[in-house]
């Protein structure tokens, strides 16, 4: 299965690609996690790409096609793949759709995890992701069993430096005029698929299964 998870920031894109990808066995490709790695490990990308995240802009398109294309080449993709916040322009989908046309591979399906702005500065603000593998937790919706601790590895779980109400605001304005469009784009694909994403967590993925599911067919 080759997956396209599309929403606005704090839709719970990263939330529900590990619930997905677990039960897929697929593998999760975050360009926001590729971003956040490189910065950590203070290379010359993640030098780059920190000048963009810090402000809510995008990283260029260069650099971020280039990255994906690498990554899908890797031999874990060849059975599937879930991305997670990319593409997020119509050059990076053109750019995608070429890539895997020369592979003779195409994508399956576009899933829109549908969230109205009103509850997305609530979702960023009190987002905690862990320091050490990245997993992403709510200090109201979704706490982890003990405080400021992943559950998964038991890494120190921080704020993301661009989760600020103003760089949220910002994010959520790139949003609307570079990624919006990519709706259309799928949906003329007749590949876009729409769950709705306001709902709890374990409700919003059991829909998201539905979807799969029937799409698996
Ligand atoms: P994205 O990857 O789309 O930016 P995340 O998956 O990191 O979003 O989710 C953003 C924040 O909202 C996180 O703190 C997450 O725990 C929380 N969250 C995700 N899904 C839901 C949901 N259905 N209801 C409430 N909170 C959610
Ligand atoms: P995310 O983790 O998906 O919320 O992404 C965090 C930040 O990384 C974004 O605000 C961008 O600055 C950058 N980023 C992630 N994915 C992309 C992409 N596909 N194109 C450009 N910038 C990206």
């Given at each position: 299965?080759?997956?396209?998870?599309?929403?606005?920031?704090?839709?719970?894109?990263?939330?529900?690609?590990?619930?997905?990808?677990?039960?897929?066995?697929?593998?999760?490709?975050?360009?926001?996690?590729?971003?956040?790695?490189?910065?950590?490990?203070?290379?010359?990308?993640?030098?780059?790409?920190?000048?963009?995240?810090?402000?809510?802009?995008?990283?260029?398109?260069?650099?971020?096609?280039?990255?994906?294309?690498?990554?899908?080449?890797?031999?874990?993709?060849?059975?599937?793949?879930?991305?997670?916040?990319?593409?997020?322009?119509?050059?990076?989908?053109?750019?995608?759709?070429?890539?895997?046309?020369?592979?003779?591979?195409?994508?399956?399906?576009?899933l829109l995890i549908d969230v109205p702005k009103e509850f997305i500065l609530e979702r960023m603000t009190g987002r905690r992701?862990?320091?050490?593998?990245?997993?992403?937790?709510?200090?109201?919706?979704?706490?982890?069993?003990?405080?400021?601790?992943?559950?998964?590895?038991?890494?120190?779980?921080?704020?993301?430096?661009?989760?600020?109400?103003?760089?949220?605001?910002?994010?959520?304005?790139?949003?609307?005029?570079?990624?919006?469009?990519?709706?259309?784009?799928?949906?003329?694909?007749?590949?876009?698929?729409?769950?709705?994403?306001?709902?709890?967590?374990?409700?919003?993925?059991?829909?998201?299964?539905?979807?799969?599911g029937a799409v698996a067919k």
């Amino acid at each position: 299965m080759k997956i396209i998870l599309l929403g606005p920031p704090g839709a719970g894109k990263g939330t529900q690609a590990k619930l997905i990808t677990e039960k897929y066995s697929i593998p999760h490709i975050s360009t926001g996690d590729i971003f956040r790695k490189n910065i950590s490990e203070k290379t010359p990308l993640g030098i780059e790409a920190k000048r963009y995240m810090d402000n809510g802009q995008l990283v260029p398109d260069e650099v971020t096609i280039g990255i994906v294309n690498d990554r899908l080449s890797m031999n874990d993709c060849e059975n599937g793949f879930l991305l997670d916040g990319f593409p997020r322009t119509v050059k990076q989908a053109e750019a995608l759709d070429s890539f895997l046309n020369s592979n003779e591979q195409k994508i399956d399906t576009a899933l829109l995890i549908d969230v109205p702005k009103e509850f997305i500065l609530e979702r960023m603000t009190g987002r905690r992701v862990c320091s050490a593998c990245g997993a992403s937790y709510h200090i109201k919706f979704n706490t982890p069993k003990v405080e400021n601790k992943c559950d998964v590895c038991g890494g120190l779980l921080v704020q993301r430096k661009d989760d600020t109400e103003e760089t949220v605001k910002e994010r959520l304005d790139v949003y609307d005029r570079q990624t919006q469009p990519l709706i259309q784009y799928y949906k003329e694909k007749n590949i876009l698929a729409k769950v709705d994403g306001t709902e709890e967590i374990g409700m919003v993925f059991e829909k998201i299964c539905d979807v799969l599911g029937a799409v698996a067919k």
